[in-house]
C-alpha cells in the first residue's frame, strides 16, 4: 500500500490538502485557548486608598480660590467622582521667556497660578492598570475636572501607591 495513492490521498483515507487546512485550524484554535487561558492568570486586583496629583496652570485667581480642600473632584465629561482634594500648593505661573542676548530663562507671569492638588480616592489596582470609578490614573492625563464652584482642566503628574 502507498502512502499517497495516485488521487492525492494520504492512506488511501484523506486528501493531503484537506490535512493540512485541518492541521492549521487545530493549530490556531490550540494557540488561541493557550493565549485566552494565560493572560488573566497574573492578574490581582484589589481597592485600595491611594493619593495622586493633578496639575493646573495658568488660572486666575478667581479659579484659585474657588478650590477648596475637602471638596469632592468630579471628571466633567463622564460626570464621576475621582477622589476628595486633600491638599491644594499654589505657586505663581512661569513661562520660558527669550532675552534680548538670546537666553532663555524662566520668568513669572502676571495674575497667573499654578495649582497641584493631591487627590485621594479608592482605586482599583491590577497589576497593570490602577483605576477609580473606571476613570484610568495615568500620568501624563489630560482631564476636565469640576468642583461645586470650578471647571478646569489639568495634568495628571504623579501616583503614589
Do not use: H, W
Request: charged content about 25%; aromatic content about 4%.
Amino acid at each position: 500500500m502507498k502512502i499517497i495513492d495516485n488521487k492525492g490521498k494520504l492512506f488511501g483515507l484523506i486528501n493531503i490538502i484537506d490535512l493540512t487546512v485541518l492541521l492549521i485550524i487545530v493549530l490556531l484554535v490550540g494557540f488561541g485557548v493557550s493565549k485566552t487561558l494565560n493572560t488573566n492568570s497574573t492578574i490581582i486586583n484589589k481597592t485600595q486608598k491611594l493619593e495622586y496629583k493633578i496639575e493646573i496652570n495658568n488660572v486666575r485667581d478667581i479659579t484659585v480660590d474657588a478650590i477648596e480642600v475637602g471638596e469632592t473632584l468630579k471628571e466633567f465629561k463622564k460626570n464621576i467622582v475621582i477622589g476628595k482634594i486633600v491638599s491644594k500648593d499654589v505657586e505663581n505661573a512661569m513661562d520660558n521667556v527669550k532675552t534680548s542676548d538670546g537666553r532663555i530663562i524662566k520668568a513669572e507671569i502676571p495674575d497667573k497660578y499654578r495649582i497641584t492638588l493631591t487627590i485621594e480616592c479608592d482605586a482599583s489596582v491590577t497589576n497593570t492598570l490602577i483605576s477609580t470609578n473606571g476613570e484610568e490614573l495615568l500620568v501624563g492625563k489630560s482631564l476636565f475636572i469640576r468642583g461645586s464652584k470650578f471647571f478646569t482642566s489639568g495634568v495628571m503628574v504623579g501616583v503614589d501607591q
